[in-house]
């Protein structure tokens, strides 16, 4: 077995992490368990506040502690109507990393900087990227098409949108979209990245609250499984469905914002992801699923990514 | 400098050359002059013949064996009406390389075998890579969603299509989509491809045959600067410009194929890409444009690319 080594280092000193891979924050999938177990592997673990109310979110911060003494951090999409609880949650519960997502990172950067956290934002585009680090951020998560769930309406994928990002800031960049085991780590990483944010792969193991069914799907899904709509209200990436294939019809047909909103209804996610429907449901997962077969446990699956990056890595050093 | 040396050689092999960069056949793009320079450079030139009549591609063919004593190939759409008599013209000429694009690779790869080509075909995903494979071809290209001009209807992205792609075939796999320097050439391989096609850097060059507006156009290009259209019709990646516009504003209110063939006219890939019309013409690239910022010799932009994927592998090997 090789032994993984990262060129660059400065995403782990700040995070106070052995390894620069990320659990993305998701919705209905990632709360303190999944965070928690990636932590306990030398990662980061990320409780997903998005399908949280501000109660829930700080008891699963308060479980996170009890199942972890290493770092781990929140994300919180800043466009929710009640973004103001949840920061007031992550501040009085003393979290001390944050990723923000949707919406601006001016709004409260200031304010967790001030509490001395560690702050990430997710972003589509290299101008969002720049105004992340003018906002003060610490790291800049340039997410591409690929990725599962919410996403740009640019369309601007990981293998072009990476360098570029990287090009654009100083500040350490962090690849999302696609990325689903080591190979696409290394590859990441030649891109210009100094870490990566994992989505997808995360939400398919057995710590991850989502359910089974959700799991299975991703474990059969095939290189064409996913597909992108909802461009107009809040562009999403999501398996094929009954679902799906409604909204496609409706957006073929010029249907406006309005009628897409009565299509999406409400909780089609929690639906989707968290009860199971896979028909009716908003199943969110990226493209990197065809690559997903199993659902290991986080150790089985950090280790493995360490080993497919190093042996990766190590084809290059002849 | 590091000198660049590349972990498998099998596309080497195949094809006779010292580098496994291949140079994209594109429409108005692609002639004798860049083909040539991309071989005499060590990698593989390919005239597009996309956009030549036969006699036009007979007079290509014999002006490249001129400019020329490496190999060389010529990339040949295989849906295109007088396809028979393109496919007549290379094997009179005893061309030795064959590119295929669009349409089956089933149909002639046979044929090619038997005057003894090596013969690859482009695909968009999966299911058609394994088809090449069965087809008898030597070598597939996986193009994903990034990649300028004709794409396919899945939107899979080159970071998620190589790895799957590589998976589910034996023979070497050439990636296409979003690479234009060395960084991107050491992610493709990270990502287990075995070589490259490189498109859009190589019609920003001295010897591309495009328009100097369209290089131009390519180097002042950012992240967001194309756009993907005409799915129902004939999918295809090019800057946003007036014409494009008219496009999306047709597609978003439900318009159908015959009036997308009516806003598309025709010679639309002519008038942006060798007239240089950048407003009204259909000026294809790719997401990587963001990437390219100028308009280098062959020569020179052959060398940048192995100097940046040696230094961005070395960067591994500590």
């Known amino acids: 077995m090789q032994t993984a080594s990262f060129p660059d280092q400065r995403v782990q000193q700040l995070l106070g992490i052995d390894t620069p891979i990320i659990q993305a924050g998701m919705v209905w999938a990632s709360g303190a368990k999944l965070a928690a177990a990636v932590s306990n592997a030398g990662g980061l673990g990320l409780i997903g506040a998005g399908s949280m109310k501000p109660d829930l979110l700080r008891e699963q911060i308060r479980k996170a502690r009890r199942l972890t003494l ?3 951090g929140v994300n919180i999409p800043l466009l929710r109507g009640d973004v103001e609880d949840l920061v007031q949650v992550v501040l009085e519960e003393e979290v001390k990393i944050i990723f923000g997502s949707a919406g601006s990172a001016k709004r409260f950067t200031p304010r967790f900087k001030e509490a001395g956290c560690v702050v990430a934002h ?8 720049k105004k992340v680090e003018d906002a003060g951020c610490d790291l800049v998560v340039a997410e591409g098409f690929e990725a599962g769930g919410h996403n740009g309406v640019d369309m601007v994928t990981t293998f072009s949108l990476i360098p570029q990002v990287v090009d654009a800031v100083s500040i350490p960049v962090l690849a999302a979209g696609g990325i689903a085991d080591g190979q696409g780590i290394a590859a990441a990483l030649a891109l210009g990245a100094s870490g990566v944010q994992i989505g997808t792969r995360f939400a398919a193991t057995v710590e991850s609250s989502a359910h ?5 799907a991703v474990v059969s899904a095939d290189d064409r499984a996913t597909v992108f709509h909802l461009r107009q209200i809040g562009p999403a990436r999501m398996f094929r469905n009954a679902w799906t294939e409604r909204v496609r019809a409706a957006e073929e047909q010029g249907a406006s914002p309005e009628e897409l909103k009565e299509i999406l209804g409400s909780k089609r996610e929690r ?3 968290f009860e199971g429907d896979l028909e009716e449901g908003q199943v969110e997962a990226g493209q990197g699923s065809g690559l997903i077969r199993d659902v290991p446990t986080v150790a089985e699956l950090m280790q493995r990514l360490l080993e497919e990056y190093a042996s990766t890595t190590a084809k290059f050093c002849t």
Chains 1, 2 share one sequence.
Request: glycine share 10%.
């Open 70 to 72: 290493k770092p781990f």
């Open 271 to 273: 639906l989707g992801i």
């Open 212 to 216: 089974d069914n959700y799991k299975q």
């Open 122 to 129: 997710v972003v589509p585009g290299v101008t969002f990227a």
